[in-house]
């Protein structure tokens, strides 16, 4: 799977939105872009995916740029409960393949 | 969403035993579950592909006759740590893929953590 790159760390205060940025320039076009998060000694959970076009759930907001070379997750009302560690990941179209984990952004959420 | 669960959720034995860890897909069937294991403050690495009726598939420097894993059913995998050794302990996670679409999701247990003495 084509790899994607995110900052190490980010900060924001509760209930304000949060933005965190993923570049994947390498991505191809049957590659679905999905996010995880992990809390603290859980495991990961599934929070959103998409391919072309901008997605919503009740977790949070996928924004894919034209190009598909970056993409944000969008939380829009950061809680306390969502300090954790995003991982953005490529996903081929088809196939069961596991997760390929980079180091992900550790989002810490000031009350 | 869909539900994977991991028992136990924690162990510690002594250097020198086996432990065995449960990983159940419980609301869908999983031909194909994946082993993870994550040392402290790190990414979750990939060990092995658990694959329904057939031999799981090791990534590269896991031993497989260490780390024993055995996929009888749908719903059951099962990771055996052999002879498990202080540098062995770890959080150890499974998930099964679930597809929706196109593309899969995939679900992840609650995470074991294995402390040998």
């Known amino acids: 799977d084509a790899k994607t790159t995110q900052p190490n760390s980010m900060e924001s205060n509760e209930e304000e939105p949060v933005h965190l940025p993923c570049n994947h320039s390498?991505?191809?076009?049957?590659?679905?872009i999905h996010w995880y998060r992990q809390l603290p000694s859980q495991g990961p959970e599934y929070v959103i995916h998409?391919?072309?076009s901008n997605v919503n759930n009740r977790m949070a907001s996928l924004a894919i740029a034209e190009d598909r070379k970056s993409s944000t997750l969008i939380l829009h009302r950061a809680t306390l409960r969502d300090a954790a560690v995003y991982y953005c990941?490529?996903?081929?179209?088809?196939?069961?393949?596991?997760?390929?984990f980079g180091t992900g952004t550790r989002l810490t959420v000031i009350p | 969403g869909a539900v994977v669960s991991q028992h136990p959720s924690r162990v510690i034995c002594k250097s020198g035993t086996s432990v065995k860890i449960e990983c159940r897909s419980l609301?869908?069937?999983?031909?194909?579950m994946f082993w993870y294991r994550q040392f402290p403050k790190q990414s979750l690495m990939l060990m092995a592909t658990?694959?329904?009726?057939?031999?799981?598939?090791?990534e590269q420097g896991v031993e497989k006759d260490k780390f024993l894993i055995n996929h009888a059913s749908l719903t059951l995998s099962t990771l055996t740590v052999t002879s498990a050794h202080p540098e062995d302990s770890s959080f150890y996670i499974c998930?099964?893929?679930?597809?929706?679409?196109?593309?899969?999701?995939?679900?992840f247990g609650p995470g074991t953590r294995l402390t040998v003495l």
């Open positions: 998930s099964a893929g679930r597809l929706a679409g196109t593309t899969d999701t995939q679900y």
């Open positions: 390498t991505i191809s076009g049957t590659d679905y």
């Open positions: 998409g391919l072309t």
């Open positions: 990941i490529l996903r081929r179209q088809t196939g069961a393949n596991n997760l390929f």
């Open positions: 609301d869908f069937q999983a031909t194909t």
């Open positions: 658990s694959n329904e009726g057939s031999k799981a598939t090791y």
